[in-house]
DNA sequence: CTAGGATCCTGTCAGC
DNA sequence: TGCTGACAGGATCCTA
């Protein structure tokens, strides 16, 4: 679930939170997260961290990095004296320190930065600093929105596909940082069905598309994310952008726009797909 | 090349 | 009440 949005706001949250905070100890639960060699951020000092499409980069003073892929239900969550904020969402089950922390960065200062997920299919992976950009995943990420994502660019890649669109919107080496959320309610915004082939959009609607996906990106990096299943910011509260679902997670409702069809539930790609069957029509 | 399925995990929920 | 099974889903890997 976390996607551009969400990690987006975890990225600004951890900018706020962890620079200038050094590491001490690297407290590690389940070894099948942590990748790479703890030892060597140790005594690192944090300075930058960025995003790449949904992954997250930790940069430290002394040539390594963390990469943070969170997947479905990681959370990176900061405590220490950079931040006011004592309550903890009810999403961070088992709370800090509980069944679901994995993995413990303890830093200076008292601070700790808490790595728990449910589902363990997050990974943080230890990581030359200039060897980040062409690491395996990251170097395979296709253009970004609001970064190198122009409308160019994304018409060309519309064409050149018979895949369904909303596939397509999804393919991290086509598109980064659209995930199953965003791409339901790009979709819907744009009135097109998901399982339109990409190439049979006409200009028109690829323009559309194009700015509907920013349009909700842009909504879900407003509102802080979408707090589903289990995202929470850095500071373990949660976004809003849930209350302002579109289309996904809406299936069996009345479509918001045209009150005439409940939005419609199906698979596509292994995924749960959603769509208003009369404004979206194939 | 694309499509489809299995895999990793566990909380939640439906059905009996 | 308690058990069982289906389901959710990002990315990867494997087969057809």
């Known amino acids: 679930m976390p996607e551009l949005p969400e990690v987006e706001t975890i990225k600004r949250g951890l900018n706020r939170y962890l620079v200038g905070h050094k590491i001490v100890g690297v407290d590690i639960r389940y070894p099948k997260i942590f990748v790479g060699n703890p030892r060597d951020i140790e005594d690192g000092k944090i300075k930058n961290v960025r995003r790449f499409a949904k992954v997250l980069s930790i940069d430290l003073d002394n040539g ?165 299943l289990s995202y929470v910011t850095a500071d373990g509260t949660e976004g809003k952008y849930q209350e302002h679902f579109l289309a996904y997670g809406r299936g069996g409702k009345s479509c918001e726009r045209c009150h005439k069809a409940k939005v419609e539930k199906i698979k596509l790609g292994g995924r749960g797909t959603y769509f208003c069957p009369n404004c979206q029509k194939l």
């Open 64 to 228: 390594y990095s963390v990469l943070a892929q969170i997947k479905l239900t990681g959370q990176l969550i900061y405590r220490g004296p950079n931040l006011k904020e004592t309550n903890i969402s009810k999403k961070v089950f088992g709370g800090l320190g509980g069944k679901h922390t994995h993995v413990i960065i303890r830093l200076d200062k008292g601070a700790v930065l808490y790595y728990n997920d449910v589902r363990k299919f997050g990974r943080l992976k230890v990581i030359k600093t200039n060897e980040v950009t062409t690491s395996g995943f990251v170097e395979k990420l296709g253009p970004e929105p609001f970064l190198d994502l122009t409308l160019e660019i994304f018409k060309s890649i519309v064409s050149k596909n018979k895949t369904p669109i909303k596939l397509i919107l999804m393919d991290q080496e086509k598109i980064g940082g659209v995930g199953n959320i965003y791409a339901n309610d790009a979709l819907w915004l744009a009135k097109i069905h998901p399982k339109r082939p990409a190439n049979s959009l006409s200009p028109l609607e690829q323009t559309k598309l194009f700015k509907s996906v920013e349009e909700v990106l842009k909504k879900g990096i407003e509102t802080g994310g979408a707090s589903e």
